[in-house]
């Protein structure tokens, strides 16, 4: 019996080892162009998985608070103003086409036939994507935002809207992609001929971008709520057990690339071991061990992804903060931060909101976070079984 079991259990061999390793070392590499220590990272991510765990949900959420589209854009607008005047003239201005630098198109999906048709004016993008989609390229700025269901699209619940109907979800898309401009970088000087930026301003941004978006889509519901838009949390649990669930499954990913390259400078390789006590501190399965080997082994996604899924998993500790300085009213610690992870100076950008680069600023991140856990806690009796951790 217990041979049999052993044989059900993954394991991986030399070549899988021999590939990680490879992957660190190129992941190493990449620290030196990094202006925050992997290490910082590594210590605040394994915080976070500490204190969090993925939501096992598979319950189908039919309760949706639907909204006109114009009444959707309408209050993104009005939450934005609650928050600051100026804050707000930069939203107002790019939902009414009068920052030359970004487009936004809001349209719904069941009326597009054509998604490769070019947009009229920024001919090198796209007019349409299916899914929401914030596109920084060649220094402009392009936001797609489709109408119905916000980014977990579900047909059938599409089909029941009217035509000029959203959901709640939607407005919590709109103002996550919005909120993505505020610490944009579009002043970016190109080489007119071959493209390459030329500007010193390195393009490190996206590392605090998705904590300041969630940060902002977070500080919503209490909006929301005190403005009667809605009276019950149950409007926005399905939102905010997806956003949980995003966010841990880009720490697991990224808290084994930092422990590993981590190990791989202090000892020259990561071994066997190595991998098996990060498994055993994430509580991975065996299929879950798998998938998390298979994505450890990929090279080039190792290095091109880290960033992204490193900004992802980060959000977990800012997001907190950003909407905890948006409820007491501290905009001005906001716009420094704005600035500062705007040109990529992530240690002024986590000063400006009162955190060190030390113990005691992981120890106030953690203090915020368990607060704000306490403020959106989720009824746990919901709890189901079905698992989708790291498959993407």
């Known amino acids: 019996m217990e041979i049999k079991l052993l044989r059900k259990e993954y394991e991986f061999g030399n070549e899988e080892i021999k590939n990680i390793n490879e992957s660190?070392?190129?992941?190493?590499?990449?620290?030196?162009?990094?202006?925050?220590?992997?290490?910082?990272?590594?210590?605040?991510?394994?915080?976070?998985?500490?204190?969090?765990?993925?939501?096992?949900?598979?319950?189908?959420?039919?309760l949706r608070k639907t909204l006109k589209k114009w009444e959707i854009i309408s209050i993104a607008l009005d939450y934005f103003k609650s928050i600051d005047?100026?804050?707000?003239?930069?939203?107002?201005?790019?939902?009414?086409?009068?920052?030359?630098?970004?487009?936004?198109?809001?349209?719904?999906?069941?009326?597009?036939?054509?998604?490769?048709?070019?947009?009229?004016?920024?001919?090198?993008?796209?007019?349409?994507?299916?899914?929401?989609?914030?596109?920084?390229?060649?220094?402009?700025?392009?936001?797609?935002?489709?109408?119905?269901?916000?980014?977990?699209?579900n047909k059938r619940l599409s089909k029941s809207l009217k035509k000029d109907e959203g959901t709640l979800q939607d407005l919590y898309t709109l103002v996550h992609e919005l909120s993505h401009t505020l610490d944009m970088y579009l002043e970016t000087i190109y080489d007119e001929y071959q493209h390459r930026r030329i500007s010193k301003i390195k393009n490190e941004n996206n590392l605090f971008t998705e904590s300041t978006a969630i940060g902002f889509e977070n500080g919503l519901t209490e909006?929301?709520?005190?403005?009667?838009?809605?009276?019950?949390?149950?409007?926005?649990?399905?939102?905010?057990?997806?956003?949980?669930?995003?966010?841990?499954?880009?720490?697991?990913?990224?808290?084994?690339?930092?422990?590993?390259?981590?190990?791989k400078e202090e000892n020259g390789v990561v071994t066997r071991n190595d991998i098996d006590e990060i498994i055993k501190k994430i509580g991975f399965n065996s299929e879950e061990k798998k998938r998390l080997v298979k994505k450890l082994m990929d090279r080039e996604k190792n290095c091109d992804d880290f960033l992204v899924d490193a900004g992802y998993a980060f959000s977990g500790v800012i997001s907190p903060v950003i909407k905890k300085l948006i409820e007491q009213g501290k905009i001005e610690n906001i716009k420094k931060y704005l600035e500062a992870s705007r040109i990529g100076d992530f240690k002024q950008a986590l000063e400006s909101i009162g955190i060190e680069l030390s113990d005691y600023g992981i120890d106030k991140l953690k203090q915020i976070m368990l607060e704000n856990q306490e403020k959106i806690k989720i009824d746990e009796s919901n709890r189901a079984c079905y698992r989708d951790r790291i498959i993407n």
Request: charged share 35%; hydrophobic share 35%; with cysteine.
């Open 85 to 153: 005047i100026g804050i707000y003239k930069k939203i107002r201005d790019i939902i009414f086409s009068r920052n030359p630098k970004i487009r936004i198109n809001i349209y719904k999906r069941s009326e597009i036939d054509n998604y490769k048709e070019r947009d009229f004016e920024f001919s090198t993008y796209k007019k349409y994507e299916e899914s929401p989609l914030n596109h920084h390229m060649l220094n402009r700025d392009f936001i797609y935002m489709p109408i119905q269901c916000g980014w977990r699209y």
């Open 223 to 263: 909006f929301l709520l005190k403005k009667g838009i809605i009276n019950d949390k149950i409007f926005v649990e399905e939102n905010i057990i997806n956003r949980g669930n995003d966010t841990i499954n880009k720490c697991y990913i990224t808290y084994a690339r930092l422990v590993l390259s981590r190990k």
């Open 24 to 62: 660190m070392k190129m992941l190493i590499e990449k620290e030196k162009d990094f202006s925050l220590s992997y290490l910082f990272l590594e210590r605040t991510i394994g915080m976070y998985l500490d204190n969090n765990n993925f939501f096992f949900d598979d319950r189908k959420i039919e």
